[in-house]
Structures are given as C-alpha cells and as structure tokens.
C-alpha cells in the first residue's frame, strides 16, 4: 500500500471498523436498557408489528375483565338480595301459618299480622336498594345487563334480571299483602310457598350466570397472561446474551481506538525519507 499524505486507507478502514463497533455497543446499551431485543419498527419491523398487535389484544382483554368484574358484581348484589328476601319469605310464612290457626284470638292475629306487614316493606326496601354502580337487577328497572366476552367486543355475555318486586311474577306476594282472619292467613302461605319456589328457580338462575362470569374471567386472565409471553419470547432481549455481547464490544472498542490510533501515525513515517 502507498504511503500518502493526501489519503490514509489504513486511517479509514480502520475509523469504518470503529464506527461499526460503537453502532453495535449502542445497540446493545439499548438492549440492556429497554430489556428489548425489538423496542422500535426499525429495530425489526415485522415482529414490532406482530407485537404491538398483541399488544393491543392484551389491553383488549385488560377491558374485558374490568367490564366482567362489573357484571360478576351486579350479579352477586343481586344474588346476596334474593337470598336475604328468600329468608324473608319464609319468616312470613311462618307469621301466616300461625295466624291460620282458627283457635287463635283476634289480638294475636292482629299482632302477626303487623309482623307480616313488617317483613313484607323489607322486600321493598332490598329490591330497591340492591344496586351496584347504579345498576339493579331485581326491582324491574331493566332486562339484562351484558358483559364483554372478547378483545374486540363482537361477542358479549347477557345476564337476565330477575324482578323480585312484591306481586310480580316471581315474588307473587302482593305489595299490600295482609290477613285478617284465619282464612287470609292460610290463602297467603300457599302464595308465599308458590313464591319461595319461582324464587329458589331465578336465584339458581343468577348463581349460574355469576359462575358463568367467573370462569369465562378466568380464561380470559390466563389468555393475556399467553399472549404477554409471546410478545416476551417475540421482542424480549437475552440479558444474559447481551452481556456477554458487551464485554466483547467493548474490548474491541479499544482495540478499534488503538488500531485507529497506529493508522494515524502511518503517514509521519514519511519524514523519514527526507530526513
């Protein structure tokens, strides 16, 4: 190779090699800090695409949990609801059962009959006031409440109401329900009974319906948790990897320096010829 004052191919080569090693330690400095092998489009575009798909998915279903927590909890309201009117029920039963005893005077009836009177306002005071987040699922307000089901919201999750208000079509009881006479008292049992039952049916119907809530929950908790470890095994950087890759960079950091610096002097040799 010529020796030139004008031109140092050997100063150039070796600034190339230099330039090359401090782009591949910046890299690796970017990896070791982010944690990323892939962190940006340019680092590789076609697996940051895929990965911020998931991403997305993954925040999807971020959604979809809180949207089915909600609905687990409106459901359980009404559920916790039900049962306490359940135990109602059969208080009053048990008020109009005694009251159908025809030996029974009339001041001891009238007695039962206020503790009837009692326990039936309670109903009205649970069905009106079984809400979560305004929502109620017992007193008529509305027909159902829905659930998302998948990270783009095409498919959800509908749980029915059940009116459990005094003289509808479950809780049969009229909301004025009394008794004077033995008679009252023995027709209102057989209308408590027949409530008890088409109430035992629409609490199992919310039983299963906030199970339901619960395992489609968990499914949905253990997809993301999958599809977090696939964005991890796509884009995640091998630390372990990096830093060997480090050390190594770094060592030829100053080899390259030292290469760059012998190249520099190459054209100082020239003033030997003229010496």
Do not use: C, W
């Amino acid at each position: 190779m010529a020796l030139s004052v004008n031109t140092n191919a050997g100063a150039m080569m070796a600034l190339q090699n230099l330039n090359k090693t401090n782009m591949d330690l910046t890299q690796v400095q970017n990896r070791i800090n982010t944690g990323l092998e892939v962190s940006g489009a340019k680092d590789n575009g076609g697996i940051y695409a895929i990965a911020q798909r998931m991403r997305s998915q993954v925040n999807g279903y971020s959604a979809v949990t809180n949207s089915l927590d909600l609905a687990t909890s409106v459901t359980d309201v009404s559920l916790a609801a039900g049962e306490a009117i359940s135990d109602l029920l059969i208080e009053m039963k048990e008020k109009a059962l005694a009251a159908a005893d025809t030996s029974l005077d009339t001041a001891s009836r009238n007695a039962l009959n206020e503790d009837f009177k009692a326990l039936r306002d309670q109903i009205t005071t649970i069905t009106s006031n079984a809400e979560f987040n305004g929502t109620n699922l017992i007193n008529g307000s509305i027909t159902s409440i829905s659930a998302l089901a998948n990270a783009d919201g095409s498919n959800t999750i509908t749980i029915s109401d059940a009116n459990l208000t005094l003289g509808g079509g479950v809780v049969t009881v009229a909301a004025a329900a009394s008794f004077a006479s033995a008679g009252d008292a023995s027709t209102l049992v057989t209308t408590i009974e027949t409530s008890l039952d088409n109430l035992n049916a629409s609490l199992a119907k919310l039983g299963t319906a906030s199970k339901s809530l619960e395992v489609h929950k968990s499914f949905v908790t253990k997809l993301s948790d999958a599809l977090e470890t696939g964005i991890g095994h796509l884009v995640d950087a091998d630390m372990a990897k990096e830093s060997a890759r480090l050390q190594s960079l770094q060592v030829k950091q100053q080899l390259g320096v030292q290469a760059l610096s012998i190249a520099n002097q190459a054209p100082s040799t020239i003033m030997s010829f003229f010496g």
